[in-house]
């Protein structure tokens, strides 16, 4: 069973640009959430989607995006960059919503520089 | 405030020995904690989880054990290896369905 795949792996943007980051789910699951990972916050949940809806949404501004498509996939995207948003942008799948979520299948990640 | 607090030093251990990490929470009600693994340029990767109703729970080499009380999860590697050297983090829900992380603490395993 293939695994969270992201892309890309890794990208350069200037400030002011906009980034799409994707995921693609383990096959089957339907929820997939979203997190930015820096060295000194670590893990920051972004938001959840779950059958196309957004059920949770952590506390970034409106620059931060995402939408979930009919076979689970799913974008995120950061418009206007600002050097801030430099981080591993990490998606995860999981076989349930919510409180029983259980375990979290993690990507690889998307590794965003920002000049 | 909430927080999720893990040592942010590294803790280096000799192998063999038993390795114990901390994860302390204030102002949360976890129906569960989770240990993953992290290794550098990598994704988490989930070890265990535990429910509010356990007090302990073993997977192998690891055991984890939560005590709802102090507030406080406890993570062993009995018997480490330098391949266990990584970053664990421990991950609890809020109770609004989100599933939030500490900031880890880097093991470090030497022969």
């Known amino acids: 069973k293939a695994g969270v795949t992201q892309t890309p792996r890794y990208l350069i943007k200037t400030r002011g640009q906009q980034v799409t980051l994707s995921c693609s789910p383990i096959?089957?699951?339907?929820?997939v959430s979203w997190y930015q990972q820096t060295p000194g916050q670590g893990l920051q949940f972004l938001f959840e989607y779950f059958s196309e809806t957004q059920r949770n949404k952590g506390n970034f501004p409106g620059r931060f995006s995402g939408r979930q498509f009919s076979n689970s996939r799913s974008e995120m995207n950061v418009s206007t960059l600002e050097l801030g948003d430099s981080a591993l942008y990490l998606c995860?799948?999981?076989?349930?919503?919510?409180?029983?979520?259980?375990?979290?299948?993690f990507g690889e990640g998307s590794r965003l520089t920002v000049l | 405030s909430q927080k999720i607090e893990q040592n942010s030093e590294a803790l280096n251990i000799q192998e063999g020995k038993t390795a114990t990490l901390t994860c302390n929470y204030t102002?949360?009600?976890?129906?569960?904690l989770q240990w993953y693994r992290q290794d550098p340029g990598r994704g988490p990767v989930f070890l265990l989880l535990i429910r509010e109703n356990e007090k302990e729970k073993r997977k192998e080499r690891l055991k984890v054990t939560f005590d709802t009380t102090l507030k406080q999860s406890l993570f062993h590697i009995t018997a480490s290896q330098p391949a266990d050297s990584a970053t664990y983090l421990c991950a609890l829900d809020d109770n609004t369905d989100k599933l939030i992380f500490g900031t880890g603490t880097r093991l470090q395993v030497f022969p």
């Open positions: 102002n949360y009600s976890p129906a569960y």
């Open positions: 995860a799948s999981s076989l349930t919503e919510g409180r029983d979520t259980g375990e979290l299948f």
């Open positions: 096959s089957g699951h339907r929820s």
